[in-house]
C-alpha cells in the first residue's frame, strides 16, 4: 500500500506498467518520473494542462523506450474505428469537410462543469481539453497524415452566469421556493434520482466516502458543492464552442460543443468526400455513394465479454471502447508491440497541440496559424 506516488517510485521497479488517473494538472509529474525509471504508461486524458508538459510527456516516454497510451477511449469504439477504415478505403473518395457536434447535455453540464469538478479553469482546465480533446483527436486522426494548417474558436459562458439567477431564487436548491421550475435543479438531478432507486452516476459522484441513500445525497446537497445553484457557482469554462479547422490540401472540419442538449454525449459527424458522404449519429454508420445513388449502414453490435465465475457482460459504445482501451494496453505491453496502442504518444500530442491553438484563437480572437511542432 501507498499513500502517494512518489513513495512507489522509492521502490525499484516492480511492475510493467502503470495506470495514472490524477486530476488533470497532477499529469506531468508523475508521468515524467515514471517514464524515466521504465514503466510503460496509460495516461488519463488530457495529457496534461499546458501544451509544454504535454511535450514534456511525450519526450520522457520516447527518450526512455517506454509505450504512452492517452485515454482517448473513443479511439477504440467499434464504430468510430470502422469510420477510420471506410474513409482509408476510399469508401467516400478524398476527405472535404467535417462537421461534427458534441452535445454534452444539460444535466450533465451542470454537474461536472458548473458545480462539479471541472468547472474552473484554474483547479482544473478550460472546457476544449477537458471535454472535447477526445472531439478534436478524433477529427485530427480521420483527416491522417494532414497537418492543421490554420484554426479560429469562439465560444463563452452561457446562461449560468448570477445576473441569469431567476428572481427569488435561493443560493441552495434544497431551501430554494422556484426549484420545481428550474431543470437545473440539485433536487430534480440527485435526490429524485436516489428516490427512483438510481445510486449509479452522477448521484454516486456526491457521496464518494457512502453509498447513495436519501440521507446521504441530502446531506450532500445540504452542505457540499452539488447542492449549488447553478446561477451562484464559481465557474468560468465555456458552455458552448466551435473550433473551425484547416488541414494541408485544403481540407476543413468544424466542431461544436454545445451544453444545452437533451441527448448525453451522443456525437454526431458527418464527413463529406469527392465520391460520397458519410455521417454517424453515435448508433450506427450511414455511407451514401454518390455514383450508384444507394446507402449502406452499419450499425453498433453488442460485444460480449466473459469475466470472472464466467459471468458474462454485454457491452457497446462507451462501455465497450473501455473495454478495448484496456485491452490493448495490456496486450500491447505483454507482447511488447506498441502498434496495438490507437493513441500513442506523437499523433495525440500533436491533437493536444491542436486544442491548445484553438483556445489560444478564442481568447485572442484571431485566426492561429499552427506551428509544426513534434517531440525530439
Avoid at 478524433?138 to 463563452?156: A, N, T, Y
Avoid at 440539485?186 to 456526491?206: D, E, M
Avoid at 449502414?297 to 466473459?306: E, L, M, S, Y
Wanted: charged letters at 25%; a negative charge.
Amino acid at each position: 500500500m501507498f499513500e502517494d506516488w512518489q513513495s512507489m517510485l522509492e521502490r525499484d521497479k516492480f511492475a510493467d506498467a502503470v495506470l495514472i488517473c490524477t486530476p488533470d494538472q497532477l499529469h506531468k509529474e508523475p508521468a515524467v518520473a515514471f517514464a524515466k525509471e521504465g514503466y510503460h504508461i496509460l495516461l488519463e486524458k488530457p495529457m496534461a494542462t499546458t501544451a509544454e508538459d504535454c511535450v514534456a510527456i511525450v519526450e520522457a516516454c520516447i527518450q526512455s523506450g517506454v509505450m504512452l497510451s492517452v485515454g482517448h477511449v473513443l479511439r477504440y469504439d467499434p464504430l468510430i474505428r470502422k469510420i477510420k477504415e471506410l474513409i482509408d478505403a476510399g469508401a467516400i473518395g478524398d476527405i472535404i469537410h467535417i462537421q461534427h457536434l458534441e452535445p454534452v447535455g444539460y444535466y450533465h453540464f451542470a454537474h461536472s462543469f458548473v458545480r462539479g469538478n471541472w468547472r474552473n479553469e484554474a483547479e482544473s482546465s478550460f472546457a476544449l481539453l477537458a471535454k472535447s480533446c477526445h472531439d478534436i483527436d478524433l477529427i485530427h486522426h480521420w483527416v491522417g497524415d494532414r497537418r492543421c494548417v490554420k484554426v479560429s474558436s469562439f465560444g463563452s459562458v452561457s446562461h449560468f452566469q448570477k445576473k441569469h439567477k431567476p428572481t427569488g431564487a435561493s443560493d441552495r436548491c434544497l431551501d430554494c421556493p422556484i426549484e420545481e421550475k428550474c431543470p437545473y435543479s440539485a433536487r430534480k438531478i440527485y435526490l429524485n434520482s436516489v428516490k427512483r432507486g438510481h445510486t449509479g452516476w452522477p448521484v454516486s459522484v456526491i457521496c464518494p466516502s457512502s453509498s447513495p441513500d436519501v440521507e446521504s445525497v441530502t446531506e450532500a446537497l445540504r452542505t457540499g458543492p452539488y447542492g449549488r445553484c447553478v446561477y451562484e457557482c464559481d465557474n468560468d469554462v465555456c458552455s458552448n464552442q466551435i473550433v473551425n479547422m484547416e488541414f494541408a490540401g485544403g481540407v476543413t472540419a468544424a466542431f461544436s460543443m454545445v451544453a444545452f442538449t437533451e441527448e448525453l454525449c451522443r456525437r454526431k459527424t458527418t464527413i463529406y468526400g469527392s465520391k460520397g458522404e458519410l455521417s454517424y449519429d453515435g448508433n450506427e454508420i450511414r455511407v451514401f455513394d454518390f455514383l450508384t445513388q444507394r446507402s449502406e449502414t452499419q450499425r453498433a453490435i453488442q460485444h460480449t465479454v466473459v469475466g470472472k465465475a464466467n459471468r458474462t457482460f454485454s457491452m457497446a459504445g462507451h462501455a465497450a471502447a473501455d473495454y478495448h482501451l484496456i485491452h490493448a494496453f495490456i496486450s500491447a505491453v505483454a507482447n511488447n508491440d506498441p502498434s496495438l496502442i490507437r493513441s500513442g504518444p506523437e499523433e495525440t500530442l500533436l491533437s493536444h497541440l491542436l486544442v491548445f491553438e484553438a483556445e489560444r484563437s478564442r481568447l485572442e480572437g484571431r485566426v492561429v496559424y499552427c506551428e509544426d511542432r513534434k517531440p525530439s
